[in-house]
């Protein structure tokens, strides 16, 4: 498929992205084009590939992404190269996941090297958006909605794909910090036979009041425990857990159904057998992660997800308390599998596995 690019009217000045890009912080900040593709089930599929100016985007009242929330999206990242190029960490998973998350939601799939096409495009288009700080980044957004204007329950006949970017500076502003988790009590996340495996607005959407209650009650995230018994640990609301223990083994919980397959996850699960590690993917229920944490059996606890790269949990709070993992502050680990992870992003450690692409 041919992009036809609509030239930008009034790009930013090069003074103007400076100073935006000099502390982008997170998802504020965003780059002056976007990609979209528009879907008909009329027009034979997927048609109308364009790069143009990012401008808001007309919509129908009646689309029915407003109303049944039939939207996917993903999250990945282009980092600055020494040598002045650029590269992305496994996008090709991310097509593929975009593709299962569309399945699930009964949305058209977008043949992989169209997105992996449409997200070069995009970060080559705005490429001089890469904030020049340390652990800076471009975040790249694609997504796709029904557009079909229709209040009928079924699937649409026609949906728009796009990707936006933003500039993004370090997750960490100030080093590294372990993070304060909620256990939450009252709200699941997903299902068995729900949408829990999908990257769909909807998930998000049920994790805002137990995240808000989490940041009411001092805490940074929320950790979701599963639907049907409330005891076995499955994700933050963003990022994927391992538990690492003192035995050599590491667990992280399994992927049912219930839980977004993590590309940090992933590929922790072969840099941690790589370090000679015992890596189960085995259910782990809230009462043994209290107690391995108080018998000293748990040494640690990582989140990991694009995002935040891989983040150390120091405490874990509910109702019935706190507790501590290790000394609560930032384990071994932790630090070493985020400096393998953000030095083969940034292309200053040997890819052996072929997970940097560059562009
Ligand atoms: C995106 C996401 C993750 C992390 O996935 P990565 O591919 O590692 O960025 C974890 N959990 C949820 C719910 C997510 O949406």
């Known amino acids: 498929m041919q992009f036809e690019t609509i030239p930008h009217p009034a790009p930013t000045s090069d003074a103007a992205r400076e100073a935006a890009v000099a502390d982008p912080g997170f998802g504020t900040v965003f780059t002056d084009h976007m990609v979209t593709i528009d879907y008909d089930e009329e027009k034979g599929g997927w048609h109308s590939a364009q790069i143009g100016p990012r401008q808001p985007i007309p919509l129908d009242p009646a689309s029915s992404v407003l109303h049944y929330a039939q939207e996917i999206f993903e999250g990945m990242k282009a980092f600055p190269h020494a040598d002045g190029g650029l590269a992305m960490f496994r996008p090709r998973a991310n097509a593929e996941r975009f593709n299962a998350s569309a399945r699930r939601m009964a949305m058209p799939e977008l043949p992989e090297d169209l ?6 495009l995009a970060v080559k288009t705005d490429a001089k958006w890469m904030p020049n700080v ?3 980044s ?4 694609p ?3 029904a557009s079909e204007a229709f209040l009928g329950v079924r699937p649409a006949t026609q949906y728009k794909f796009v990707v936006i970017i933003c500039s993004s500076g370090s997750y960490f502003k100030g ?3 372990p993070v304060k988790i909620w256990v939450s009590q009252n709200h699941v996340r997903a299902a068995i036979g729900g ?4 990257k769909t607005g909807g998930n998000y959407a049920a994790s805002l009041v137990p995240q808000a209650e989490a940041i009411e009650k001092g805490c940074d995230q929320v950790v979701f425990l599963d639907a049907a018994e409330h005891k076995w640990v499955e994700e933050l609301g963003g990022m994927n857990l391992f538990f690492v223990r003192r035995d050599g083994s590491v667990i992280t919980p399994p992927l049912t159904g219930t839980i977004l397959p993590g590309i940090t996850r992933d590929s ?6 790589e370090e000679g590690l015992t890596l189960r993917e085995e259910p782990y229920s809230i009462d043994q992660w209290r107690e391995e944490a108080e018998s000293g059996e748990l040494l640690e606890t990582l989140a990991c997800g694009t995002a935040a790269v891989v983040t150390p949990v120091g405490t874990v709070a509910s109702p019935d308390g706190e507790f501590t993992i290790g000394t609560g502050g930032i384990g ?3 630090m070493k599998m985020r400096e393998k992870l953000v030095g083969l992003q940034h292309g200053r450690i040997a890819d052996k596995h072929d997970w940097v692409m560059r562009l």
């Open 115 to 120: 997105f992996l096409e449409a997200v070069r």
């Open 134 to 136: 340390d652990g800076g």
């Open 138 to 141: 471009l975040y790249i957004r």
């Open 143 to 145: 997504f796709m909605f």
């Open 175 to 177: 080093g590294v910090n």
């Open 195 to 198: 949408t829990g495996a999908a």
């Open 268 to 273: 922790l699960i072969e840099m941690l057998r």
């Open 332 to 334: 071994q680990m932790a």
